[in-house]
């Protein structure tokens, strides 16, 4: 069974493993899925117990969510029982959207998600260039939405692919006017352990981990593709695999499965994190990430070779 956390200072209830319904897959939209099987994947999870899912306006799956949720519902789920997580983009043809375009687009995504509010909403991949202009022009956005009953708490994502090193989290975690925070943190990029975890902490904020498992943690032939980058740019010493078989202590650990096993358990301990985000459109994929987050913690040997071998890196995103 899921274990459930506390997200912070919402006091939400939150299952460790969280339903993206972005990343490469987007529910299987990008890769060919038909609505109704993307519709049934949202029904899946909430079946499996999964109790947090986050969409946006970028990824176009609003919609779909919505009907599931709808769905579920109409089932007899009580609205309280699942976690909507949105998030709106702050650029619009190349220039830095308006307060009255912020309303428009929560408007907009409550429409799609055919919801009175949302339970978090978030400004989507922030630079640490355009925060100050969150914070200065949208925050107070936010701050009105949520007195109207449309948003319960406010969030705020990296944009983790290119700020490896949470330039933009480092300053928003000074600030007191986010409820809660996603990150990017796995076993390729621990870096948040120490510039962002434990401010967020302090200020008792919701973390969600995103990039988990992206296609750097998918399978043994990527990660050996991204250590072998690492080492030809002089990030990883090759001495330091020596004797391992590069993977090999890895994947002849009793009890991983996979590397995804591993890399799901790796993050799901972290200290400071509280919902673990995967995405799939498979529903075996879907099973598979469940378990995986349902299995005990990682060997504290495993973990500790693990943040030897990678602790130092915070170069690369996994993706």
């Given amino acids: 069974m899921l274990e459930r956390r506390k997200l912070g200072r919402t006091q939400l209830e939150v299952t460790v493993m969280g339903l993206g319904a972005g990343g490469h897959s987007r529910l299987g939209q990008s890769t060919g899925k038909s609505t109704g099987e993307s519709i049934a994947i949202v029904r899946q999870a909430l079946d499996l117990g999964i109790n947090f899912i986050d969409t946006a306006e970028a990824y176009k799956t609003e919609p779909i969510v919505g009907h599931a949720v709808r769905e579920s519902l109409q089932a007899g789920m009580d609205r309280d029982a699942v976690v909507l997580s949105s998030k709106k983009l702050i650029h619009h043809s190349q220039r830095r959207i308006t307060a009255a375009e912020f309303q428009q687009g929560l408007d907009d995504s409550l429409r799609r998600l055919r919801m009175d509010h949302v339970d978090i909403y978030h400004l989507h991949g922030i630079d640490a260039r355009d925060y100050r202009f969150c914070v200065e022009s949208l925050v107070p956005e936010m701050l009105r939405a949520r007195d109207q009953g449309k948003i319960r708490f406010l969030g705020i ?8 090193t949470h330039e933009m989290l480092k300053l928003a975690v000074e600030d007191d006017c986010w409820d809660v925070i996603m990150v ?8 948040a352990r120490t510039t962002i975890l434990p401010r967020a902490a302090h200020r008792d904020l919701g973390v969600l981990d995103m990039f988990a498992v992206r296609r750097a943690l998918g399978s043994p032939d990527s990660l050996l593709h991204a250590i072998g980058r690492l080492i030809e740019e002089g990030r990883m010493d090759p001495g330091t695999l020596s004797g391992d078989g590069w993977i090999g202590f890895l994947l002849g650990e009793p009890g991983v499965e996979s590397i995804p096993d591993a890399a799901y358990r790796f993050a799901r301990d972290e200290p400071g994190v509280h919902v673990v985000l995967s995405g799939t459109g498979n529903p075996d994929h879907l099973r598979a990430n469940h378990a995986a987050l349902c299995r005990p913690p990682l060997s504290g040997s495993l973990r500790g070779r693990l943040i030897e071998l990678f602790g130092h890196l915070d170069s690369i995103s996994g993706q």
């Fill in 157 to 164: 994502t990296e944009a983790f692919a290119s700020d490896t």
């Fill in 184 to 191: 990017g943190f796995n076993m390729l990029n621990q870096s």
